[in-house]
């Protein structure tokens, strides 16, 4: 199946290779894109003000989506609509809440009221959701059975004891299914869960198929390396680059499920071109898990540099300890596996950083405000 997809936010990391995919794939191809000043603010723009790697194949759109009009004004011929616009930062979150749930939970708002209300052509909608939403991942008991813990406390955060415990006993951390209850911690996972929420409800009262992908740690070339609230490999990067440790939070033993944002284009260009009319909500992540000290060791190796993480021994209020997905139901409904092993999906990242501009590090920057409004303990 072939058509018009319109990409909200696709001129961010992930929309421009799920561009790039879906122009691949003989899709028409429109980006609406604000083009926001703390994701776009140091990267190369072109002469129009575009990002330079921005697949010139895609017709573009410069708006907010919530700007009066903006969303209905680029609906015209769409049949497909992927959702990605959103502004992308758990710390951030927690001090700018107004700003987040503004734009992430009224954002979507705009858009699915606009698609109740007007004419339209779109046949299929997918929206990106997040592993955030989870809360602490899934883990096992001694006996072998399910459990969903309640985040750490202050008091066990205090004594910097990190791991799991419930009534006493270890717990052993397992892949995250989509049947964990969602257990947000953060205003940015809470928008994101309505996010999911909004768009599955609205999407079946409308008829139109709709598929929440609950991304995991995403990483690979065009994630802005100058933005302090982003993902974990573009920040520890900037650090290096700029010869500084990657700054860890608590032991560094946390485990994260990283996937690489082919990976991640695929499985929305996947649910799109799919005709399975469900709504539901699947995972997206490599299926392995890897510690945030192992990332810092590898980039730390990859770009040559023999710098060691430096472990804060603090905590984020609101940080899980382990979460990884458990893979299989894409897998069996859509057929979607990972194609980029950890050791390639690096490489790729690594190959794009040579040629980038080299970014500003602000990490310590970010970790003074988090600090100051008490986030970081
Ligand atoms: N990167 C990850 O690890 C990850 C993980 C889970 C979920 N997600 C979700 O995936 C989506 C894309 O994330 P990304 O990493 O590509 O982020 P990104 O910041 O690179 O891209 C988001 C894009 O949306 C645009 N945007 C933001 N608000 C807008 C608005 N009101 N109107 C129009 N455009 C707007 C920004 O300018 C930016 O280009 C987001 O919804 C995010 O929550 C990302």
Redesign the pocket.
Known sequence: MTGHVLI?????????HLTDMMLERGFEVTV?????P???GDAEMDVDGWPVYLNPGAHRIR?????DG?FEGALSGVTHLC??????GVGQSMTNIVDYTR??VM?AAVVLETLSRVPHTVQRIA??????SYGEGEYRRIDGSAVAPPTRGHDQLARRDWELELEGESLAPVPTSEDKPLQPTSI?AIN?RD?EEMFLSVGRALGIPTIAL??????GS???LS?PY??VAAIFISRLINDQPPLVFEDGEQRRDF?H?HD?ANAFATVLESDLRIWDAFNVGSGQAVSVNEMAFTLAHLLHKNIAPRILEQYRVGDIRHCFADIGKIERVFGIRPERSFEDGMAELIDWVRVARKPTDRSEACLQELSVSKLVV
């Open positions: 909200t936010g696709g001129a961010g990391f992930i929309g421009s609406l894109d604000c083009l926001s703390q994701v776009h708006g907010d989506i919530l700007d903006v959702h990605l616009a959103a502004s992308v734009n992430n954002g929206v990106a959701s997040s592993m955030s940015y994101k996010h609950r991304l995991f740690n995403v990483y065009r994630q802005a933005n982003t993902g996937v944002v991640v």
